[in-house]
C-alpha cells in the first residue's frame, strides 16, 4: 500500500508544480452601438452595429514555464456580432485568432491563424487602429492596416525588445500540389520605440490574394466554370482586381508624443500585380491587366484632455492609378472622434466620417465613396457617424 502511494502523491505534487506555473486568461470586448450612414446606395441608413471601434470578440490566452527560460502560449480568439450573436469573420469558430507556440529570450515563435507584419507593426500608427474604429481606416482598408485580413496556415518570429527595437516575420504555407507558390504569403517589419517617439515599417506579398487573403475569412466565393468567385467584398474601391495574381503592401508611420498631442502619420503603396489571372478571380467584363497601385497617406492628431477623455482629427488621402488604360481614382476623407471613460473597463465613443471620391474606381465605373465596410454611396460623397459603448472584460 505505501509503495503504491508514494508515487500518486508524487505525481499530485508534480502536478500541483505545473499547473503553479501555468497560467489562462479569459478575455474579450463588446462593442455596441448607432450608426449613421448619410447614403447607402442612396438611401439614409440608421442601424445597430458590433464591433466599430474594437472588434466584439471573447478569447483564451495561456502561457505555461517550461523551465530554462522557455515558455509555451497560445491564443484562440473568437468574434461575433452582439446584435444577432453570429459568428465573425465569415462563421469561423475561432476566426480573429488561433495559435500555439514557444517563447524564449530569442523571442516567439507561433503557429496557426495570426496577424501578418503590417498589422503588427504598423497597425498602431493608424487612427482607425486608436480612436477611429474600422469607419476611419483607410479606404477599404487597402494596404490591412486596420486588420481586415487574416493569414491562415501562418508561422510567425516575433523577437522581444532590444532598445525599443522589435522586428520578426510570417510565412504562410499555401502551396498547392505541384505548386509550392500558390497562395504562398509573407511578410516582415519592424518598430522603434524610444520615448516620445515611435517609427515603423513593414512589407507584405500575398500570391493569389483573391483566395489566400481575402478568402481567408470563412466564407469563400464558389468556383465556376474553374474560376474562383470574387472574394473582395463589395466596396467598388477594390472589388474589380480580384483577378490579381499578387498583392504587394510596403507602408511605414510614426508618431511623436509632446505632452498631452500625440501626432502621427502613415504611407503606404499597395499594388493589385498581374491583373486578368483567371485562375486567382474573375476578371470584370472587358477584361483587365497590368498593376493597379494604391497611394495612401495619412495624417493624424490626438489630444489627452484628461485622463478620462481624448480626442482625435485626421485626414487621409488615396490615389489609385488604375489599370489597364481604366481612369485613376482618388479618395479624401477626414475623420474626427471622442473618447470617454467611464471606467477602467467601460467607454463611450463618437466617431465622424466623411469621404469624398473622384474618377474612375476599380470596376471601370465613376467612383463614389465608400466608407469602410459600409454600403457604398451612390454619389461620389458620403458621411458617417457612429455613438458606442465599449466594455472589456
Known amino acids: 500500500m505505501r509503495n503504491k502511494l508514494v508515487p500518486a502523491i508524487f505525481a499530485v505534487g508534480l502536478s500541483s508544480n505545473v499547473f503553479a506555473q501555468s497560467n489562462v ?11 449613421y450612414n448619410s447614403n447607402a446606395g442612396g438611401e439614409r441608413l440608421y442601424n445597430l452595429s458590433s464591433g466599430v471601434l474594437n472588434g466584439s470578440r471573447w478569447g483564451l490566452r495561456g502561457t505555461e514555464d517550461l523551465g530554462g527560460g522557455l515558455g509555451a502560449i497560445f491564443v484562440i480568439e473568437n468574434g461575433f456580432d452582439v446584435n444577432t450573436g453570429k459568428l465573425g469573420q465569415g462563421g469561423l469558430g475561432f476566426g480573429r485568432q488561433a495559435y500555439v507556440g514557444l517563447t524564449s529570450r530569442y523571442g516567439s515563435m507561433t503557429l496557426g491563424r ?4 503590417v498589422v503588427d507593426y504598423l497597425g498602431l500608427f493608424e487612427v482607425g487602429d486608436q480612436w477611429g474604429g474600422y469607419i476611419a481606416a483607410h479606404p477599404a482598408d487597402v494596404d490591412n492596416f486596420n486588420n481586415t485580413q487574416r493569414v491562415n496556415s501562418a508561422i510567425k518570429y516575433a523577437s522581444n525588445s532590444i532598445n525599443g527595437l522589435t522586428f520578426g516575420g510570417v510565412y504562410s504555407l499555401g502551396g498547392v500540389a505541384g505548386n509550392v507558390s500558390r497562395n504562398q504569403i509573407w511578410s516582415v517589419g519592424t518598430k522603434y520605440s524610444q520615448g516620445p517617439f515611435a517609427i515603423g515599417v513593414a512589407y507584405l506579398n500575398v500570391r493569389n490574394p483573391n483566395t489566400s487573403f481575402y478568402g481567408s475569412g470563412g466564407t469563400v ?7 474562383p468567385g470574387s472574394n473582395l467584398g463589395s466596396s467598388p474601391v477594390i472589388n474589380g ?9 510596403i507602408g511605414a508611420g510614426a508618431s511623436y508624443t509632446f505632452g498631452a498631442a500625440t501626432v502621427g502619420a502613415t504611407y503606404s503603396s499597395t499594388k493589385y500585380m498581374s491583373l486578368g489571372d483567371r485562375s486567382s478571380g474573375p476578371v470584370p467584363v472587358g477584361g483587365i491587366s497590368g498593376t493597379a497601385t494604391f497611394n495612401n497617406a495619412e495624417a493624424s492628431f490626438k489630444y489627452q484632455f484628461t485622463p478620462a477623455l481624448t480626442g482625435g482629427v485626421a485626414y487621409d488621402y488615396t490615389h489609385n ?7 485613376s481614382a482618388t479618395y479624401h476623407q477626414a475623420a474626427a472622434g471622442l473618447d470617454y471613460f467611464l471606467s477602467k473597463r467601460t467607454d463611450v465613443y463618437t466617431v465622424a466620417v466623411f469621404q469624398k471620391a473622384s474618377g474612375t474606381d476599380s470596376t471601370g465605373k465613376t467612383a463614389v465613396a465608400s466608407i469602410n465596410q459600409l454600403t457604398p454611396s451612390d454619389s461620389n460623397h458620403q458621411v458617417a457617424i457612429r455613438l458606442g459603448l465599449r466594455h472589456k472584460f
Open 221 to 227: 466565393a464558389a468556383t465556376v466554370g474553374g474560376v
Open 321 to 327: 492609378s488604375g489599370a489597364s488604360g481604366l481612369g
Open 25 to 35: 486568461t479569459l478575455y474579450g470586448i463588446i462593442d455596441e452601438g448607432i450608426n
Open 241 to 249: 482586381y480580384a483577378s490579381a495574381h499578387t498583392l504587394q503592401v
Open 114 to 117: 495570426q496577424y501578418d507584419s
